[in-house]
């Protein structure tokens, strides 16, 4: 048996923590040793809090009450962290999404009309740490340029299959379908594969620019589906996405989509 034994200076051995140092030291079971243990040389550690460098990107129109993305970006190097974006209510710092952590980690939220403040903070085990501070104005519904000449029936032009409709004089996109190609990743290179996905979003609220975005994800959060877009003049262009966590598959696609 091989094990691995850990303690911060001055203490005994038990799980590391956050401490200045930590010495480490690797055991085995042997037979003809003496107390039946033989053990390598005492090593050492520092375990450093995450000193967070990130920020978040925003569209460059934010409505109140609109789902919108935001990324947040940094150069930390964690494993098993999480971000959680964060605006500023009063004298407190309140928690509105939160996402396992990338380079680019993408979250969605809806803000209040108004000026707001965000930040994001990452967080691993015993240690967190928050980064730069954005202001921005949320917008209110002022200067719509959908109407009810924009309602009917989209279907993608070219490439995919893509549908939806847009109601309720240019304010709602519904029953959003499509087709998106996938990867993926099995457990050996044989398994790794190509697939046709069906992509589906029931409704989502279009902003007064016409941008929207809608996100679907399962309570477990093993399947997602985002679509972000614009649509102006009876014409939309955008993007969705899907990912499906157990069966590893990730896949996006541009969609253009034309009014009947």
């Known amino acids: 048996m091989v094990g691995l034994r850990t303690r911060p ?68 190097k964690v494993s098993g962290a999480e971000v959680t974006l964060q605006r500023r209510v009063g004298k407190r710092w309140r928690s509105i999404a939160k996402e396992s952590f990338s380079e680019a980690t993408e979250l969605f939220a809806k803000l209040p009309k108004g000026r707001q403040m965000l930040r994001a903070v990452i967080t691993t085990t015993g240690s967190s740490s928050a980064g730069r501070v954005r202001k921005l104005i949320v917008r209110g519904e002022r200067g719509r340029i959908t109407s009810v000449r924009d309602d009917g029936r989209y279907e993608a032009k070219k490439g995919a299959r893509a549908s939806f409709s847009v109601a309720d004089g240019g ?68 993007e969705v996405s899907m990912f499906i966590k157990p069966s590893r598959c990730i896949g996006a696609r541009d969609v253009n989509a034309g009014r009947r």
């Open 9 to 76: 200076p001055g203490s005994s051995v038990g799980a590391p923590a956050v401490h200045p140092g930590h010495f480490w030291q690797a055991t085995r079971d042997c037979v003809g040793c003496t107390g039946g243990v033989e053990s390598g040389p005492v090593r050492s550690f520092v375990v450093e809090p995450v000193k967070s460098d990130s920020t978040v990107a925003a569209p460059r129109r934010v409505y109140g009450g609109y789902l919108t993305k935001f990324v947040v970006r940094s150069k930390s």
């Open 171 to 238: 304010r709602t996109l519904r029953n959003f379908t499509a087709t998106v190609t996938a990867y993926c990743f099995g457990a050996t290179v044989e398994d790794n594969r190509f697939m046709t996905l069906f992509a589906g979003i029931d409704s989502a609220r279009i902003a007064p620019d016409g941008s929207v975005t809608g996100r679907l994800q399962t309570k477990s959060k093993e399947t997602e589906v985002v679509r972000t877009g614009r649509l102006r003049k009876r014409r939309f262009n955008g």
